[in-house]
């Protein structure tokens, strides 16, 4: 599949673009920022669509007009794009890649190399180091903080990819080898099943008699960039999307034991072990071995646990952080499933940063299953997202009275803003307009950097309006790219029991926040809590699962979550 390569090259040409001082380019860096996205949320490889109905067929996918079209057909071709090719004899610096740091946009990227010949990442560390950065004209010392302190963030998080990009790649890569008719099952195992935030490989488990083809054909897979090692029943590769991948090809009698494994994590796999031990048994990748040694056969893991006289421990609770003894004492929590969601309570649309109509984000929420959702734009403050003033939510509202009235029931739209909590901790629309509200989110979304003290009475005054019933993305942070700002949660906690406010599990993959750890300490008070994908387009509904997962990962039952009520009960909830 090309269209990882294809979306960043289009991303990409639309940073250089915006380097360009002819009017119209602005228009044109719109349209590629618009079909990267396309090309990066299609559901199936571009190159099928190319080959299925060529320019024509491209053209019909959204934001995708003809010049483009043209683009991305002569890069599945020939393998070069030359638009590309073209700006990038100007500007030669890798945009992508040190954009990732934080502080860094295209203005900045091209006078780092325009002043100090800096194309990539490596080029900037020498420079920080060197002190040069501070210097340069636009730049100065805090500049140079923040970009450092990106850089350090970045080289820690160095090979791991967020878990929003490795199970999608992960179940891509599997449903090909599946496809092969040689294999019985494709699990995927690791950090991945266990739904971890970021993953630092792919390991995938096959149930198959049939090493040697499955290899041959694992390794000629399009997302592989080499072969690392290559045997009959281990192959590592290394992935274009910047991680490796291992494939292990394991027979029936030991696929129970090897899933349980490679599953992890170490801890949790060490305390079971010792249980295995203390009953006279063996435990390893190979199997379960009794006391004379002979392997007790077990193509399904939940055979180990059983044995061992545990309940089988859902991947998401595998951390070693007291599941094992829960499960010894058959006392685990039964945790929320994706099949309990019945709506989302976060959502943008095309009035303010957001891609879609509500309409189509109703439709899209309708076709996955949902009974509900919440429409909660952006409010006036946040100028780069086209937020909304009061007299702009009413008129909105009204389109969504209308779709409400067509739907008549089947389906439901929530009125609601996801309204910034400014600098001084006030809400940043009326309080007449917010109290007529349904849903009503608060979210900090400027000036990070404040003292702890500062950022929690801010969030804690907020909350304490008594308007607010979900915190959004309650920590701020951004995986591998920003760190949560600086706040005593625990403030933050009591003050959402006491106003009864949810707190949000944010299922954006680049946020997951609150996180596992914070979820679970936020578990310990009467608080409640939403799953919000937080969608700036239909595709973005999905993201749900990466939510579900990380609430999974905080112990939480769906008795804990707002938006696995049906809607009746979500609206007394909403009203109190
Ligand atoms: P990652 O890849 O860093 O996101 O995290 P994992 O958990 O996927 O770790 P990985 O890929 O190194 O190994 C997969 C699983 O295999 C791991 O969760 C537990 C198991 N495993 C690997 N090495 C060891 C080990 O030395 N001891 C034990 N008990 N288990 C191991
Ligand atoms: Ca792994
Ligand atoms: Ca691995
Ligand atoms: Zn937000």
Not at 82 to 110: A, D, H, V
Not at 435 to 461: F, G, P, W, Y
Request: some cysteine; overall charge neutral.
């Amino acid at each position: 599949m090309q269209n990882r390569e294809i979306a960043s090259m289009l991303e990409e040409i639309g940073m250089m673009l915006s380097l360009d001082e002819r009017p119209t380019a602005r228009f044109e860096v719109r349209a590629y920022q618009k079909a990267a996205l396309t090309v990066s949320t299609l559901q199936e490889p571009i190159e099928d669509i190319f080959n299925k109905g060529g320019n024509r067929a491209l053209m019909e996918l959204p934001g995708i007009g003809k010049g483009i079209a043209e683009s991305i057909s002569e890069y599945l071709k020939t393998g070069t794009m030359s638009k590309y090719e073209n700006l990038k004899k100007k500007y030669p610096s890798k945009f992508m890649e040190l954009s990732r740091i934080e502080g860094l946009g295209p203005k900045k990227i091209q006078a780092l190399y325009s002043e100090l010949g800096i194309k990539d990442i490596k080029g900037l560390a020498k420079a920080i180091s060197k002190h040069e950065i501070a210097e340069l004209p636009g730049f100065g010392e805090k500049s140079e903080e923040v970009i450092a302190k990106g850089l350090s963030m970045l080289e820690k998080s160095k090979g791991r990819i967020l878990l929003g990009e490795a199970l999608p790649l992960a179940e891509s890569l599997a449903s090909q080898l599946m496809k092969s008719g040689l294999i019985d099952k494709v699990i995927i195992a690791g950090s991945i099943r266990r739904m971890r935030e970021t993953s630092g490989d792919i390991d995938l488990l096959a149930l198959s008699d049939h090493g040697e083809e499955i290899m041959d054909r694992f390794v000629k897979l399009p997302e592989v960039e080499e072969v690392v090692v290559k045997g009959q029943t281990k192959t590592t590769v290394s992935l274009k999307a910047g991680v490796t991948c291992d494939l292990r090809v394991i027979p029936k009698s030991s696929f129970g034991a090897a899933v349980q494994y490679f599953t992890g994590s170490r801890d949790h796999n060490i305390q079971v072990r010792t249980i295995a031990i203390e009953r006279g048994y063996k435990l390893n990748e190979y199997g379960l071995f009794g006391k004379n040694g002979k392997l007790i056969e077990a193509e399904d893991e939940k055979v180990i646990y059983s044995k061992l006289g545990m309940d089988w421990i859902s991947p998401e609770m595998r951390e070693s952080r007291g599941e094992v003894k829960l499960a010894q004492e058959h006392k685990l929590p039964e945790l929320v499933k994706i099949s309990d969601i019945k709506g989302d309570l976060h959502t943008h649309t095309k009035e303010t940063d957001g891609a879609d109509t509500i309409d189509d984000m109703a439709a899209a929420a309708i076709s996955i299953g949902r009974e509900y959702i919440a429409t909660t734009n952006h409010t006036k403050s946040l100028f780069i997202a086209k937020g909304m003033n009061d007299r702009q939510f009413k008129e909105f509202f009204k389109t969504v009275d209308s779709l409400n009235e067509r739907l008549d029931g089947s389906f439901t739209v929530l009125k609601g803003a996801e309204v910034d909590i400014l600098k001084d901790g006030s809400l940043d629309l009326e309080k007449e307009t917010l109290s007529s509200m349904d849903c009503v989110i608060a979210s900090v979304h400027q000036n990070l950097k404040m003292d702890r003290e500062s950022m929690t009475n801010r969030i804690v005054k907020a909350i304490d309006t008594g308007l607010v019933h979900i915190l959004g993305h309650p920590t701020g942070r951004e995986l591998l790219i920003r760190d949560p700002y600086l706040i005593d949660l625990e403030s933050v906690f009591e003050a959402a029991e006491r106003n009864l406010t949810a707190l949000e599990i944010n299922a954006q993959p680049s946020r997951l926040d609150l996180n596992d750890t914070n979820i679970a300490s936020a578990a310990q008070y009467k608080i409640m809590f939403s799953i919000g994908t937080d969608a700036h387009r239909t595709t973005h509904l999905e993201f749900m699962r990466y939510g579900v997962g990380t609430a999974r990962r905080g112990w939480l039952p769906k008795e804990q979550i707002i938006n696995a009520m049906p809607l009746k009960a979500l609206k007394r909830w909403l009203a109190k």
